[in-house]
């Protein structure tokens, strides 16, 4: 009988854990991403919106360009990052979505710019230059060129890159099978195996989807840990609280512990 119980009451506790809060439907879902805070932001049809941990709308803004945005980048408290490879233009909004400021990547950084992530600091950038396969980190409002190293873990040739994010410091190119990790210097540290799973961030740890399982792996250890997923999501975010999932053109927010 005390196992009975005991079983019931583990059983409750893990569907209150992970109850659905709120789903958001959108006719296109392009982009999305959470900043620290937990608030989430998306580019959807001609639309760029902010919504709250419980999934109400807490800004919207009419985006016409949102189909032609490359990168989104929300993680920072206190800028959104949006980059158009087509045009080389990179806008950058605060949590009001008031365009705070925007500029073409001058040719002076980057020959052939493919991908770019912002620094922590918020006035650097990384940039993946296709011309030579290197990886050159610039401060936008100076003009400066702080560092231009030649990725020689994988070639960008024949291995195409899918996104490319920093975090703590370092710096995340994810292709089609790796993901791989740079420190500050540029210099490549170490190398996960990816096979296209969503990647994203939780405290010091890197979250990969492996189907109904996040598996969790230290950024500066060897621990690694999983947790069971309230489903099947081609994208998570996870706060303290919250896990924001994507199903095609839906996002689901839950209740969730990810410790």
Do not use: C
């Amino acid at each position: 009988m005390r196992i009975s119980v005991l079983l019931l009451f583990l059983s409750l506790s893990s569907f209150a854990q992970e109850k659905k809060i709120a789903t958001l439907n959108f006719d296109a879902l392009y982009h999305a991403g959470i900043n620290p805070a937990g608030e989430l932001y998306v580019a959807s049809s001609n639309k760029l919106q902010r919504f709250d941990k419980e999934g109400q709308l807490m800004k919207e803004l009419s985006l016409s360009t949102a189909p032609s945005i490359t990168q989104f980048d929300a993680w920072h408290l206190t800028q959104l990052v949006l980059y158009y490879r087509e045009t080389q233009r990179v806008e950058i909004y605060n949590p009001e979505l008031e365009i705070r400021n925007s500029f073409i990547i001058d040719s002076v950084f980057a020959i052939e710019p493919h991908w770019i992530a912002a620094s922590f600091d918020q006035k650097n950038f990384w940039i993946f230059d296709g011309a030579d396969g290197s990886i050159k980190k610039v401060n936008y409002k100076t003009g400066e060129v702080l560092l231009d190293e030649v990725v020689t873990a994988f070639n960008s040739s024949s291995e195409k890159i899918l996104s490319m994010r920093e975090y703590q410091r370092f710096l995340f190119i994810q292709t089609a099978s790796k993901l791989y990790i740079f420190n500050a210097m540029g210099k490549h540290i170490r190398t996960l195996n990816s096979e296209k799973q969503s990647f994203d961030f939780f405290g010091e740890e890197i979250t990969l989807i492996q189907s109904t399982n996040l598996h969790f792996s230290s950024l500066f250890t060897k621990d690694e840990r999983s947790k069971t997923l309230p489903g099947l999501f081609q994208k998570i975010w996870l706060s303290d609280e919250r896990l924001f999932g994507v199903k095609g053109n839906t996002i689901e927010i839950f209740a969730f512990d990810p410790q």
